[in-house]
RNA sequence: GCGCCCAUAGCUCAGUUGGAUAGAGCGUCUGCCUCCGGAGCAGAAGGUCGCAGGUUCGAGUCCUGCUGGGCGCGCCA
């Protein structure tokens, strides 16, 4: 709006030309607009820039008034006309409020949590689930048409190995998979026949044998179907479960390897492996040259099947094809990507995460140094119902424990998306069960006082084209800003593909809310038109509190 | 050894495309429940933005080198 004004008044300059930000101190104004890329591409000094925009270009409509501080030009807004232009905009659109659409009839097709199936997942894997499935949201809430696939890797050597582990147990339950797991890998690695004998399982699988392919399914389907059931505890959504073992002895194997012989990439090594020469395909470096197709007995290894996997994801013709990887996979999905498009398909879109650590070091599943997502759910529930039952206790049980599990989502799935993926994250379970602070049932917190107030207040909202929108104490007019942020915030995460900057700007808004809660009463406001506008504020804060919250995946009860 | 990622307050993290005085929370200290919900608020203390150069009107942000941590580097997935 502001850049359109200036854009009216000066030829050859453009829309994107112009950034709004906002200004250090309040008082200098609401909308700061430096003028140091403008008067670059006009070769001119900032500041008589600034001077020719404030003295040319008529602020009028939106804007009190408009000053100068050097090479920045601060506008003061007129708050009623900037309230109702946003209070229309947001509550026409509500659920909705802060989407730009800006994927309507795009269709995308994403990868993510594709979890080993084996043990109970520990809180490592979950981020991977929490950013890929706020990701889906957030894609979502932009109007993409979005499918979700998990690969089930029910083939390989882990998998071989617990059901090798099998023959020697009764029917053992999900839970117990983890010790049995990290038992099967201790013996493999003492017991070189232990492990052969894996191989051998493999290689049987892949020649047809369905007695072992039998055996394989009912393990991995038990594992998976518990892998599930806890990430669904953590709001993960999945549509299609593609199984590794369809994607052996493909006929478009034959594709891939007939263009990688055509570029002299192929061979069989003196083991003979089938191998891939990476250095023929253009990368630069002697480590992670090669790459193994196929071992000496002719079996495939992971990389083969994923190959024809990444295939079938690009055939189904997704505008976007993304797939969401820990950093431990950024060399192989570089290969991958070199693999795929040498046979002329194009290469997934990456989106990495780094490890969650312990304060002792790693985790690993293999060796069983786990915090597990249940322990923390559970724990996270238990304290939450505590507080819950404590403050509500005529509430029922069950609705009390739907309270309780809610928060506790909100803690793990908060504090684990408002970081960078990028950064490795220490975890401390202390912190990860605290709800004090920066916390996702801070927000909650935030949430469930507006709708105490909008109960209180026991009427319909008050008519938004009769209102006068007066927002004259700082509080609240700061709060209108804030909340006008929100479509930026949304716009950006989708640029980043992460969902961290929302969850920052939610703590943000729910600090700013606070501020106005405590400086301004609501109900008890002394005018009417003051007590309209804020209880619209108050809607308006809400909806985009749940709005923000719900592309993190946490819901907000009604109290709590 | 080589490559990628990370380094900001005691701790956990923000910090827009390079832009005005680097911000929150936890912890510490001081106040605040006759007042719309104290899972809260107001305030104080706490910083050579890992180190050293460079680019420029201007660097936490970009470039180079170094240090420390994470990840990876031919029959694991």
């Keep these: 709006m502001i850049a359109r004004l200036i854009v009216s008044g000066f030829p050859d300059v453009e829309d994107a030309d112009i950034q709004c930000t906002v200004p250090p101190s309040p008082e200098l104004g609401d909308v700061s607009v430096p003028m140091f890329q403008l008067a670059k591409k006009l070769r001119k000094p900032p500041v008589v820039l600034a001077k020719e925009v404030a003295d040319s270009v008529d602020f009028s409509a939106i804007a009190e008034s408009v000053s100068l501080a050097g090479p920045y030009l601060n506008l003061i807004l007129k708050r009623d006309y900037f309230a109702k232009q946003l209070f229309s905009r947001a509550f026409a659109k509500k659920e909705k409020w802060g989407s730009n659409a800006s994927g309507a009839g795009k269709k995308v097709l994403i990868e993510h949590t594709s979890i080993n199936p084996n043990a109970s997942p520990h809180v490592g894997r979950g981020r991977c689930a929490m950013i890929g499935d706020s990701l889906v949201r957030l894609l979502r809430f932009e109007d993409y048409d979005v499918d979700v696939h998990y690969y089930v890797n029910d083939m390989g050597r882990q998998i071989a190995l617990l059901v090798l582990m099998m023959e020697e147990l009764d029917n053992p339950t999900f839970d117990e998979i983890l010790e049995i797991y990290v038992k099967a890998n201790v013996r493999a690695e003492a017991d070189p026949e232990f492990a052969a004998r894996g191989y051998e399982l493999l290689a049987r699988i892949e020649s047809g044998d369905e007695e072992i392919r039998k055996r394989f399914f009912d393990i991995t389907e038990m594992c998976l179907k518990g892998q599930l059931a806890v990430l669904q505890r953590i709001g993960a959504q999945y549509d299609f479960f593609d199984h590794e073992s369809n994607y052996v002895n493909d006929p478009r194997l034959s594709v891939i390897e007939k263009a990688l012989q055509s570029k002299g990439a192929l061979f069989t090594d003196e083991e003979a492996r089938l191998v891939v020469d990476l250095s023929k395909l253009g990368y630069p470096l002697e480590e992670g040259r090669f790459f193994v197709l196929r071992r000496a007995n002719g079996s495939s290894m992971y990389g083969c099947r994923d190959l024809i996997y990444s295939i079938e994801k690009q055939e189904k013709g997704a505008d976007y094809n993304l797939m969401v990887l820990g950093e431990d996979h950024k060399l192989y999905a570089q290969q991958l990507a070199l ?93 990860a069960l605290s709800f004090q602070g920066d916390t996702g049932p801070y927000i909650q917190y935030c949430c469930a006082r507006i709708r105490s107030i909008l109960r209180k207040w026991d009427q319909a909202l008050p008519d938004l084209s009769s209102c006068a929108f007066a927002f004259d104490e700082e509080g609240e007019w700061r709060l209108v800003l804030k909340v006008a942020d929100f479509p930026d915030i949304v716009k950006e995460a989708l640029l980043l593909r992460s969902c961290a900057g929302i969850g920052n700007y939610l703590i943000d808004l729910a600090h700013v809310f606070t501020t106005f809660y405590h400086q301004c009463p609501v109900l008890t406001a002394k005018t009417e038109v003051q007590q309209e506008s804020r209880i619209l504020l108050c809607a308006l804060v809400l909806q985009t509190l749940s709005n923000g919250l719900a592309l993190l995946g946490i819901e907000t009860p009604e109290r709590m």
């Design 339 to 431: 693999i795929l498009e040498a046979a002329g398909y194009p290469a997934p879109e990456t989106i990495y995460y780094s490890y969650i650590l312990l304060k002792e070091g790693k985790m690993s599943t293999r060796s069983g140094k786990v915090v597990l997502l249940t322990s923390v759910l559970d724990q996270a529930e238990a304290i939450a119902l505590e507080k819950v039952t404590e403050q509500f206790p005529d509430l029922a049980g069950a609705e009390r424990e739907d309270i309780a599990r809610q928060v506790a989502v909100a803690a793990i799935r908060f504090a684990v998306l408002r970081v960078k993926p990028s950064k490795n994250v220490v975890f401390d379970m202390e912190t």
